[in-house]
């Protein structure tokens, strides 16, 4: 590549910022940059820590160990790198981040002051493109992603984990680490990948590099929840981790003790790596089987006049039970659709086995994915009910994120919801309070990563790429022939049959996925001359029928 062919290159924020791609040249110098600031952070007693991968998680750990003071002097006591690749997707995050501004945006009011105060203030967080940045690290924390690419919709067994992206972390990272640092690999990875994939990579690294120690690599999951308590949800709350040896173990017990909350929250510290590393995905797979669980019986409630709901409730009085959630369209988020697939997979790829063992934490998997197709089902009945076609119906779904009050839209079933509606030929628009740009839709060739797109299981996805998401719910309801309440938002709980229906400027099909609706608000519907249908609400019949008898 020529240089002008090189200064072409940019990576844009998805703020639309646009940054040009660090060249070959650049490269020492951002080195000697960043060696001067650690050299002088050095000389204050600072311990460095080089977060790999500054994403969704990545940036907020990397904050939060940057925010850290000594419990002993009060004063900042590491200095924090982060690190990311500078591909022209994921480079933005590094300029963004030595500004003192979060490349992740969160409804958490705390995140963004952290940084800030951080970079800007304390000076103990700065971010950089050059991964020779290890070689100055005490402690290394990787924060990459580990996907599960599924190749059939309902069917996770044709999947198979992408390794490569941790592989190549783990490998950049034993060429350059100093031998007494410690990895810590908070990736939720299949099990068996700490002991059996990463630290073989080290090992041999270290011997070509003829350090005769072994390396100190450790394994700590993250719980992280987005939504308001983001930073909470890794600082203050339960952690689990395990060292490949006992050295290993010891420093990372003593790491997590001075960046995390552990005397509120205390650490659970395991014998090896595959016990955490199975700690979270049978914590994940455990939500994900709950959640599927129910998806058979809100079937069973629509087919026999039952309200699911009423029933969830119920159940949720005796303390027992109290966690019981109705599953909604789908699931959704990054860790429960695939944290299943990575034991599944771990267990013949990583671990050697031949037979089957997983039914439950598969199928679970494979239920959450599809979920969302029968709400494309409603839709087209209640529809049809009201003596209109799906094709050419314009369809209003209100909530494009995977749970409520978050602007979150990872893997939602609101996606599965708007690709099956709009392969059966529905004029879909989208309504978010919370959610500015659904990029799983308007760069659906690129997001999450080319070819990974939910598009791919579905006809005539094309123009779904011209779909912005609005904030103006009456004017988005204008003219619409069925209203589709996907997430329950705060907004969407109280709204007014009698508004809607003036704003949609004629009855319309309403279908509540999450119980959003009550019964005075179904019966207001029917009234006003429009049809409901429901997920897991077989009462709605029920009310219907009541209706009509009154009436005649
Ligand atoms: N996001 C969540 O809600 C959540 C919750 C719990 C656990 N986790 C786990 O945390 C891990 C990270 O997830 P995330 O949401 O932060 O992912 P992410 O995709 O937002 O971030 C990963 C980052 O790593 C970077 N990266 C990839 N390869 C790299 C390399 N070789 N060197 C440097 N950087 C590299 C990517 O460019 C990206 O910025 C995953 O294992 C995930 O399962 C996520």
Request: neutral net charge.
């Amino acid at each position: 590549m020529n240089k002008e062919q090189a200064m072409a290159e940019y990576s844009v924020s998805p703020g639309g910022e646009k940054y040009p791609i660090p060249m070959k040249e650049d490269y020492a110098q951002e080195l000697k940059r960043v060696e001067t600031l650690v050299s002088s952070a050095r000389k204050e007693g600072k311990e460095i820590v080089v977060v790999m991968g500054v994403g969704f998680v990545g940036a907020v750990m990397a904050a939060i160990i940057a925010d850290t003071v000594d419990k002993k002097t009060g004063k900042p006591g590491k200095f924090v790198i982060g690190c990311q690749r500078p591909s022209s997707r994921s480079y933005w995050k590094i300029p963004m981040l030595n500004e003192g501004l979060s490349p992740v945006k969160a409804e958490d009011p705390e995140v963004d002051p952290m940084i800030r105060r951080c970079v800007l203030e304390k000076k103990t967080l700065i971010a950089t493109y050059n991964s020779d940045c290890l070689k100055l690290a005490d402690c290394v924390v990787v924060d990459v992603q580990c996907d599960y690419s599924k190749k059939e919709l309902g069917n996770m067994r044709t999947g198979s984990v992408e390794m490569a992206a941790l592989e190549a972390t783990m490998k950049t990272i034993a060429d350059r680490v100093p031998a007494n640092c410690l990895t810590l690999i908070e990736t939720t990875v299949a099990p068996g990948t700490t002991e059996f994939i990463a630290w073989p990579i080290m090992k041999k690294a270290f011997e070509t590099r003829g350090i005769k120690t072994e390396s100190l690599l450790a394994h700590s999951f993250e719980r992280v929840m987005p939504g308001r308590n983001y930073v909470s949800s890794i600082r203050d709350f339960w952690r689990v981790c395990s060292g490949c040896n006992a050295e290993a173990r010891k420093r990372v017990e003593k790491f997590l003790r001075e960046v995390l909350n552990t005397e509120q929250f205390p650490l659970t510290v395991m014998d090896r790596p595959i016990e955490s590393e199975t700690t979270k995905i049978v914590e994940n797979s455990f939500r994900a089987t709950t959640l599927a669980f129910l998806d058979e019986w809100s079937i069973f409630a629509e087919r026999n006049g039952v309200d699911l709901i009423k029933v969830v409730n119920a159940i949720r009085m005796r303390p027992t039970h109290n966690n019981m959630i109705f599953p909604g369209p789908g699931i959704g988020g990054y860790c429960l659709p695939k944290d299943g697939g990575l034991g599944y997979w771990a267990y013949k790829h990583i671990l050697g086995f031949e037979d089957d063992i997983f039914k439950m934490s598969t199928i679970a998997i494979d239920i959450n994915d599809t979920r969302g197709l029968h709400v494309a089902e409603l839709t087209r009945d209640a529809l049809r009910n009201m003596g209109r076609q799906t094709a050419g119906a314009k369809v209003l779904l209100c909530g494009a994120s995977y749970r409520q009050d978050v602007g979150d839209t990872r893997y939602s079933g609101s996606e599965i919801v708007v690709r099956k509606l709009t392969e059966m030929g529905a004029d879909i628009a989208v309504h978010d309070p919370y959610v500015e740009h659904w990029y799983e839709l308007e760069q659906q060739d690129s997001y999450p990563a080319p070819g990974h797109s939910w598009s791919r299981f579905f006809r005539n996805q094309e123009d779904l790429v011209k779909i912005r998401v609005q904030n103006d719910l009456p004017a988005a309801l204008q003219g619409v022939a069925a209203v589709i309440f996907a997430v329950p938002h705060k907004s969407y709980l109280n709204l007014e049959p009698k508004k809607i229906v003036e704003w949609a400027g004629a009855p319309l099909a309403v279908v509540d996925c999450f119980g959003i609706l009550n019964d005075e608000q179904i019966q207001a519907y029917f009234k006003l001359g429009c049809e409901v249908k429901g997920l897991g609400r077989g009462h709605i019949q029920r009310i219907k029928d009541q209706m009509r008898k009154a009436k005649s």
